[in-house]
């Protein structure tokens, strides 16, 4: 059984500019859900995805928007960069989303 | 902004003694969970604590929950260097969304 896998790794991406980070869910498990994570501070829920759906958004602006594809595999896209982006983005996949999650290393983005 | 709240902030203490901490929320929830995070990379799954449930144990970990405080606490007994990391609740709320804690940042000194 395969983990979450996320990429890429590390981004450095100039303000302004539009950005797509991608993840890989878990093997059975049909529930994606993305955080951003600044440093020091506990992850801030984006979205979540089950079935190919989004089933549940935070307190993000428009320009983040998401897709979960019929292998549960996902993306996440930000439009318009801002220096506030710069952060942790991680991935967490689950069967239904009742249950824990497994999360990948995550994709540090900087945005210069 | 956060919407969970976890004591302390950082922790330092010997290997070999237990760790405590502890996490408040404001939703109604599903159910509480507790994730450690190495060094700012992927969050690790280390306990789920249902809504109808008071106290679990998995290993040396031990977690309690309170739902008419809307708290919940961890205890790491006989820590080692190892466990040093930050660890985190998250509540699942009634949308199946996880609310997370600012964390707690563990030093174990050997």
């Known amino acids: 059984e395969t983990g979450v896998t996320q990429s890429p790794t590390h981004l450095i991406k100039t303000r302004g500019q539009q950005v797509t980070l991608r993840c890989s869910s878990q093997s059975g498990h049909n529930t994606v859900s993305w955080y951003q994570q600044a440093l020091g501070q506990g992850p801030q829920f984006i979205f979540q995805y089950y079935r190919e759906e989004e089933n549940g958004r935070g307190n993000v602006p428009p320009r983040f928007s998401g897709l979960q594809f019929p292998n549960y595999s996902s993306e996440l896209n930000v439009n318009a960069l801002e220096l506030d982006d710069s952060a942790l983005y991680l991935c967490?996949?689950?069967?239904?989303?009742?249950?824990?999650?497994?999360f990948g290393s995550g994709t540090r983005l900087t945005v210069v | 902004s956060q919407q969970g709240e976890e004591d302390p902030q950082a922790l330092s203490i010997q290997e070999g003694e237990n760790a405590t901490m502890n996490c408040s929320y404001k939703?109604?929830?599903?159910?509480l969970q507790w994730y450690r995070q190495n060094s700012g990379r992927g969050l690790v799954h280390l306990i789920l604590?249902?809504?109808n449930e008071r106290e679990k144990h998995s290993g040396r970990l031990r977690v309690t929950l309170d739902t008419s405080k809307k708290s919940s606490s961890l205890l790491i007994t006989a820590s080692r260097a190892a466990d040093t990391a930050s660890y985190f609740c998250?509540?699942?709320?009634?949308?199946?969304?996880?609310?997370w804690g600012a964390g707690t940042k563990l030093i174990i000194k050997p």
């Open positions: 998250a509540a699942l709320d009634s949308n199946y969304q996880l609310i």
């Open positions: 939703t109604s929830i599903n159910n």
């Open positions: 967490a996949s689950s069967l239904g989303g009742a249950d824990g999650y497994t």
């Open positions: 604590i249902r809504s």
